[in-house]
């Protein structure tokens, strides 16, 4: 049963977009006041993987970055109603579409082999089996791919082929992840398949993530009094009732201090997170390979372990060598390492989207930003960013795996990939190269069954929802920000009763002429 949303308080667990987002839908949705909301966030800023932080001395960093397509429509909505990080006047959404009209993006690079752009870089490569395999994927029900991974259903062949080598490193697929994602990816995304070895019809922000989208939304939340608590996490939420109905009565801080809820307040929980517990190193130092499990998954596991409907959180986080790999983000003080870039890839800086190495142990990637990626970015310097999709394997020119690489261990492995002269390593001399372990970034592409994830709204839940990566949505793709926004969306009309639900997921999978046009593009035609 709902009620009306004013005048009640509303707690919200996790700043990242999903609890931001919420927020949003409860003042302009709901008419909810903003200093009846509440958001509280473990680490000292909001944003959770939407960052984007340091300095030109220190180095810039980004642990890693979501794309966006133009059928993103819970997420578009949101930011329609954000005035953009440059121009009061203008939206969010409407600066990302300026944005992409003037800088369109359409790779000439996709993949690089033996150092130089590789000659079957438009061709997927795929044999008639694979291409049955994959037609099939997409037409079995998904109920009847509980638990599979998706090495369980393809040919080996399948795994050399540059479909896949494009798709793993674009979407951070690995063979042992889920099935059912896959095929969701498959149908979500089958529009974009004319343009999928140029990376055409993905959308891109300004600025890096944290400014060109948590800030302004951060910047409207407290203009309306939104009580903001960051370094503050919930350590445990007392829910009291049973599964026929349910209600939470407290949350319980890490600091020992108790937040009472009422049965009329409203409780938004994120749980999990694919960013808990990174580690960042340095030029000289890798990040540390002693993973933990941050307040995101011990609240899951604490709520799982006495909550029926919480799902089961060790599906996701508990084989970290399945989900981690590293990113690295590297800073330089002038433009002669991305004048070469544009001359090998033929693709102007900003416009060409992530180079795949494709003979790379470490399977390692690169995308060179339009500059500034920073709002605040220090003229005359140049950022751009990477990660390495195989971290365990021994690196071709470093003789270590990635999990032990230093940043100039990485900028060395790049190197040789690039085959660059002694006098053109020279110009990475000063560069800070800040390397990132992320333990969990694809946990949430793990194998999974039904009730491994919990409902947004668990049965008999009264005054609580769960939102983010970790709840269950029909259809939508995990990693993405459509599929935050949209638990958000789905949350607040759940608990408020004042909204309206979010716009059925976009099924151009039933469109006649999408279905041709990719089929054309699997088939070589």
Sequence with gaps: MTIAARNHQHHIVGG???GLATAVFLIRDAGVRGEDIHIYEQLAKVGGSLDGSGNAADGYMIRGGRMFEEHFACTF????????ADDPEISVTDDIMSFNRMVPGASNCRLVQDGKPAEDRYDLTLTGHDIVDINRLILTPERSLNSQSIQDW??????????????????????????????????????????????????????????????????????????????????????????????????????GRMVPVSATDRVYLTLGSMTDGSVIGSNDRAPGLDDKEGGAWRLWRKLAARNEGFGRPEVFCGDIDKTAWHSFTVTMDGPDFFEFMED????RTGTGGLVTFADASWLLSIVLFHQPHFKDQTHGTYTFWGYGLRGARTGDFVNKPMWEATGDDIIAELAGHLKLTEQQVAWFDGARVLPCRMPFITSQFMPRAPGDRPKVQ?????????IGQFCELPRDC?????????????????????????????????????????????MGL
């Design 154 to 255: 393809f040919r080996p062949t399948f795994f050399d082929s540059n479909f896949w080598l494009m798709w793993s490193t674009m979407f951070s697929f690995q063979p042992w992840h889920a099935l059912i994602e896959l095929r969701r990816y498959l149908r979500r995304f089958i529009h974009l398949f004319p343009g999928f070895t140029r990376i055409a019809g993905i959308l891109r922000t300004r600025y890096n993530q944290y400014d060109s989208l948590i800030a302004p939304i951060l910047t409207w939340l407290r203009d309306r009094d939104v009580q903001i608590a960051t370094g503050t996490e919930v350590s445990d939420v007392v829910i009291d009732g049973t599964g026929q109905g349910r209600a939470v009565s407290a949350l319980a801080l890490a600091d």
């Design 16 to 18: 990242g977009i999903a």
């Design 344 to 347: 090998f890839t033929n693709n």
């Design 478 to 522: 995990v990693f993405t920000v459509e599929y935050s926004v949209r638990s958000a969306r789905s949350a607040v009309a759940c608990l408020t009763g004042c909204t309206d639900p979010p716009p059925p997921v976009a099924r151009t999978d039933l469109d006649p002429m999408v279905l041709i046009r990719a089929g054309r593009v699997l």
């Design 458 to 466: 668990p049965d008999g839940a009264q005054n609580f929802a769960v």
């Design 77 to 84: 909505d949101l930011l329609n109603t954000i005035p953009s």
